[in-house]
C-alpha cells in the first residue's frame, strides 16, 4: 500500500510536468507585470532578476525593490526575456516591505559597505546591497549561498543552533528550538518562496530527526519535494528549490560519515565542518553549473565562515527589531556584528585573491 502511494504520488507528478504550459513559446514576444518578491542582483549596469520564470535583466536605474509592482516587455528565448524593457513601475509596499526595508535602513546606517550589504544578505536574502567587487569574490569563493535566499542559509542556520544547543540540551530537546529557529528566520526574510521551501524541507529534516527517525527524514523531504513540484511545476528548474533539496539530503546523507572521518577535531568545530562539507558534496556541482566557476577550497572556507552566520542573523535581526522602535539603540547593537562580518568578509577576501 506505502508504494501504491509513492507510485501514484510519482505518475502524478510525471504527468502535471508533461502537461505543464509556463503560458508562452519560443521568440513570443511577451508583457509581464508581476510584483517583485525578491531584491535583484545589482551589477555595474545592469540588474539580474526572476520573472514568470524567465531571467530578466534591466538597467542598472531605476532600481527595482522587493514589492514594486512592474510591467516588463521582451521576447522569451530559452529561459531569458531577452531585449527587456521596463514599462512601468510602482512603489506598493505592504506593512512587511515597509518593515523590512526600515531593517534594512538600521543596518545601512550603521555599518560601511560591504558590512551592512553582507547583513542584510544573512538575514534578509536581500543582495541589492553587495558592492559588485564583493558578489564576485562569494561566487569565487563558493560561499555566495550565504546571501542567496536558498536552502543553505535555513540548514547551516538550524544545524549551527542544534551543534551549539547540544552542549546543554539533547538532541530532542535542541530541535525544537532549531524549529522555532527556522521559521523565526522565514519570518524575518518576509517568508519569500525559496525560504518558505527550505523551511517546510528543514523542518521536516529536523523533526524526522527528533524521533531518530533518519528514514522519516528521507520519506519527509522526498514527500515535501513531490508536492511542491506538483503544485508549483517550474520549481523544477528553480535553482533556490535545488539547493534546498539537495543541501538537505546532502547533509542526511553524508553527515554521519563525515563525523566519523574527521573524528579527531574537537567537537564544537566537527559539528561545523560536518555540515559544511556534507552540504557541499551535493551543492557544489550545482553551484559551478549556476555560477561557472568552483573553488576546490569551498568546503574549507565554509567551515571557517559558517560559524558567523548563526551569532550574525541572530544579533543583526534583534538589532533591527529594536531600531524599528530605538534606533540608536538598534544601531549600537548592529555594532556588535561588525567582528563577525569583517572575519567574514576577510576571509572571503584572502581565498578569492
Known sequence: MKYAVWLFLC????????????????????????????????????????????KVALPAYPEISYGDYIVVEGTVRGEVLEG????KQEERKTVLGKVREKLLNVYKKSLPSPHAGLLAGVVLGVKSGLPDWFWQALKKSGTAHVVVASG??????????VSFLVLFLSRQ??????????????LICGLDAPIVRAAIMGSIAFSAQAVGRLTYAWKGLLLSALAMLIIKPEWA??????????????????EPRVKKLFFFIPKFIQSSWSTSLAAQVGVAPILFL??????????????????????????????????????DLGRALVYLTYP???????????FSG
Not at 174 to 185: D, E, N, Q, S, V
Not at 302 to 320: D, E, F, S
Open 11 to 54: 505518475l502524478l507528478l510525471i504527468l502535471r510536468l508533461a502537461t505543464y504550459n509556463r503560458g508562452f513559446e519560443e521568440g513570443q514576444k511577451i508583457r509581464i507585470s508581476q510584483k517583485v518578491i525578491s531584491d535583484p542582483i545589482r551589477y555595474t549596469f545592469y540588474q539580474s532578476m526572476s520573472l514568470a520564470g524567465l
Open 340 to 350: 563577525l562580518t569583517y572575519f567574514f568578509i576577510s576571509v572571503v577576501s584572502v
Open 173 to 186: 530537546k535542541a530541535i525544537p528550538f532549531a524549529l522555532t529557529g527556522i521559521w523565526l528566520y522565514a
Open 290 to 327: 549556476t555560477f561557472g566557476q568552483f573553488n576546490i577550497l569551498s568546503p574549507l572556507i565554509n567551515t571557517l565562515v559558517v560559524w558567523t552566520i548563526a551569532p550574525m542573523t541572530i544579533i543583526a535581526a534583534l538589532a533591527g527589531l529594536v531600531g524599528l522602535i530605538v534606533p
Open 84 to 87: 527587456a524593457v521596463l514599462l
Open 152 to 161: 543553505m542559509n535555513v540548514t547551516l542556520v538550524a544545524s549551527f543552533l
Open 237 to 254: 528548474g528553480d535553482i533556490g528549490f535545488i539547493l534546498s533539496f539537495v543541501a538537505t539530503a546532502s547533509i542526511l546523507a553524508f
